[in-house]
């Protein structure tokens, strides 16, 4: 297998990107053993053990097996958040050296969240658990059968918009939280997030070379809002619906890249539910599902000798993971405390570890690569692809997948068909274990998760998704409108129940 030389027959480059996974959540537990993807020796995943633990007030919170499909809460992943995770109880950043990280304070953190919110509650240690291989039967089978990556990592030890725009730009532009609804609005305006080095789109097309955009699921609606769409010169009406995906690479298939993002469930109160992301507070099966009808589509299709998949997760999502994330080198294309950049991060430490298996016929069968990736590294496998000049700091020096799909011939043993998603799925079964949830731990039936006429829209995800709504609405409009559309963004979207009524609104439209 080649380093840094990109496999001829590769034409293709597909990337799924789910949601607010940490490695040890996923697949720690799943014993995976097999061969070194570079050296070609034996060798085993870096998961975890009985002995590591967090401890909180006193007791001790292990990690246990048997993770729940669906958790009451969304734990925190936003960048102070996250600091206390890595750094343990209380620690905070203001900028400069980030500090010494030892994994010990995600049981704090996410007992943080959740008296919060109710001050009688327990079950701290739900974010210490891991899922049981049986659990997890599409994502282990695949890591099995082709190679899984230990060592990936999200791009900043930070929240899902900065994380998704590495993968798009090997850059945030400085942005290391959620963008609020004013921030979205001084950056972008109606034109959507822009980088000094452009996006991987923009190189691809300036090179001759095609890419395609797929958005989840049509339903539910509210939750189909590509994060894609947010960055200038992609247009919402040029993402396609998930469900043409199948029919479009069983036949005249030309894009040399895609990219792939599921339907994100109920965005607005932030309970997720009927999506594919695999958000904490969806039903984990749903992203199963979706990651086992994208392989099968892949492997069933005339592309499959010609084409590479990347699965992999946008964040963590505030799940416990042992291994300290390593230094990074950063884009170079921001200045700390300056523009949005609200915490003076330096960018110069990865995020957490998250879950990333690449697949192609000339991806070794059981390998296992421990090289340190990031979300960057999707770029850099193009740019060597395609002979690309990099965008930033990041994506030229990140390293690139190129070696992890570089047989000499394509393998006649992929499996045509996985082992089908088992366990309680989405629809009435995901209702009855987050009800299941819910009375376990004697709060009652579910109910909304907020109070949508008074609870704030500025927070979270929700501004980013909005946005990309608003840019749709401006792009289909004469520019003598968009002062009108500015307006009506900044002035009467206050609350969830404000920000419902205008997707209810406008989304059937675009």
Request: hydrophobic share 35%; proline share 7%; aromatic share 10%.
């Amino acid at each position: 297998m080649s380093n840094n030389l990109a496999n001829p027959n590769i034409k293709h480059v597909f990337v799924l990107m789910l949601e607010n996974r940490a490695f040890d959540h996923m697949l720690g537990l799943s014993g995976i053993s097999g061969i070194d993807a570079h050296t070609g020796q034996p060798t085993s995943i870096e998961g975890v053990n009985p002995n590591f633990q967090n401890t909180y007030k006193g007791a001790s919170y292990p990690v246990t097996t048997g993770a729940d499909l669906v958790m009451p809460f969304d734990p925190g992943h936003e960048f102070p958040d996250v600091v206390q995770q890595l750094c343990g109880e209380g620690s905070v950043y203001n900028g400069g050296v980030y500090p010494a990280i030892n994994n010990s304070g995600f049981v704090a953190d996410y007992a943080g969240v959740i008296l919060k919110a109710n001050p009688a509650a327990t079950g701290f240690g739900e974010i210490m658990k891991c899922y049981k291989p049986s659990q997890l039967a599409v994502l282990t089978q695949l890591a099995q059968e082709f190679c899984v990556c230990d060592h990936w990592h999200a791009s900043l030890p930070g929240p899902t918009w900065p994380n998704r725009f590495f993968a798009h730009a090997t850059t945030s532009g400085g942005l290391d939280h959620s963008p609020s609804l004013s921030e979205i609005g001084d950056w972008t305006l109606l034109n959507g997030f822009s980088f000094p080095g452009g996006t991987i789109y923009d190189k691809l097309t300036a090179h001759g070379k095609t890419w395609r955009l797929y958005r989840g699921k049509k339903l539910p609606r509210i939750g189909s809002i590509p994060n894609v769409a947010a960055l200038k010169g992609i247009k919402l009406s040029s993402t396609n619906y998930y469900e043409k995906f199948a029919t479009d690479v069983a036949g005249e298939y030309s894009w040399n890249y895609t990219f792939i993002e599921p339907n994100y469930g109920d965005v607005v109160n932030n309970s997720y539910s009927g999506g594919q992301s695999e958000h904490p507070m969806d039903n984990v099966l749903n992203g199963e599902a979706l990651v086992q009808s994208t392989y099968e589509a892949i492997r069933n299709s005339p592309l499959w000798e010609s084409s590479l998949l990347i699965i992999t997760y946008d964040e963590h999502g505030g799940f416990y993971d042992h291994v300290a994330p390593p230094a990074a080198v950063p884009p170079g294309d921001s200045t700390p405390k300056t523009g949005h950049n609200q915490y003076g991060f330096l960018f110069d430490r990865y995020g957490v570890r998250v879950p990333a298996v690449v697949i192609s016929a000339y991806t070794l069968k059981n390998s296992i690569s421990h090289t340190v990736f990031d979300h960057s590294s999707i770029p850099a496998t193009l740019e060597c692809m395609f002979g690309l000049n990099p965008m930033t700091g990041r994506d030229g020096t990140a390293n690139n997948l190129t070696a992890l799909a570089g047989l000499a011939a394509a393998r006649t043993d992929t499996p045509e068909k996985l082992q089908g998603v088992g366990g309680l799925g989405g629809g009435i079964g995901g209702w009855l274990q987050r009800a299941w949830q819910w009375i376990r731990r004697g709060r009652g039936l579910p109910g909304p998760s907020v109070d949508e006429t008074t609870e704030t829209a500025d927070k979270g995800n929700l501004p980013g998704f909005l946005h990309v709504v608003m840019k749709a609405r401006a792009e289909r409009q004469l520019p003598e409108t968009h002062h009108a559309l500015t307006q009506e963004f900044s002035e009467k979207i206050r609350t969830k129940a404000d920000a419902r009524n205008y997707l209810n609104t406008h989304l059937p439209e675009l």
